[in-house]
């Protein structure tokens, strides 16, 4: 049997190596995000490039005023566009990274606090007569622990689910206003 500071000595070391397990499993992750951002903005501005010489050629070859302002017009429409689903591609990219990030805290606190239960239990069968009550003062604050966590993490789900709704509903509204005025403009 294990004495008291070798449980939690086996306990720290284990947390410990929990802890850079997940900090390892999250870096990788942002990296992989970052790649993708990175993949994401290089695509664009190639394509961005290409578009603008285009645009420049079409419009360098204008007749007239008239027909350099219907030009400039029709190409308003594409590039708002694509300025919305690049954002939209960059919003998706931060929010997968963002619930694969929550995903993996989950876990490692759910682990940790596992962990923590059965230690507090492995040491509560070799307390001394008379600690009940500090026993059961550390149990009842881990379980107080455990649901204002519980309730933490519930409000950030919504918080950020609030957030996407708000995205989402400004890009709806842009891309509205967007095709509105490409419409309006072919007048």
């Known amino acids: 049997m294990f004495t008291i500071p070798e449980q939690f000595s086996a306990a720290t070391k284990a947390n410990f190596e929990s802890q850079f397990a997940m900090f390892t499993a999250l870096t990788n992750k942002a990296f992989e995000s970052v790649e993708k951002i990175v993949d994401l903005n290089i695509n664009v501005a190639k394509a961005s490039m290409e578009e ?19 030009l ?63 026993v059961a003062f550390v149990k009842s604050a881990i379980g107080n622990a455990n649901a204002g966590y519980e309730q933490l993490s519930k409000s950030t789900k919504q918080a950020v689910e609030a957030l996407e709704g708000n995205v989402n509903s400004a890009v709806s509204q842009f891309s509205q206003a967007a095709t509105k005025t490409a419409k309006a403009s072919k007048k």
């Open 72 to 134: 400039s017009a029709a190409q308003a429409q594409p590039s708002a566009e694509k300025a919305l689903a690049y954002s939209r591609h960059l919003a998706s990219i931060a929010s997968s990274t963002g619930a694969e990030f929550t995903k993996a805290a989950e876990a490692q606190i759910a682990e940790t606090n596992r962990k923590i239960v059965a230690l507090v239990d492995e040491v509560s069968k070799n307390a001394p007569a008379g600690s009940e009550q500090a």
């Open 52 to 70: 603008s010489s285009a645009a420049a050629k079409q419009l360098f070859g204008a007749k007239d005023p008239q027909d350099f302002f219907s």
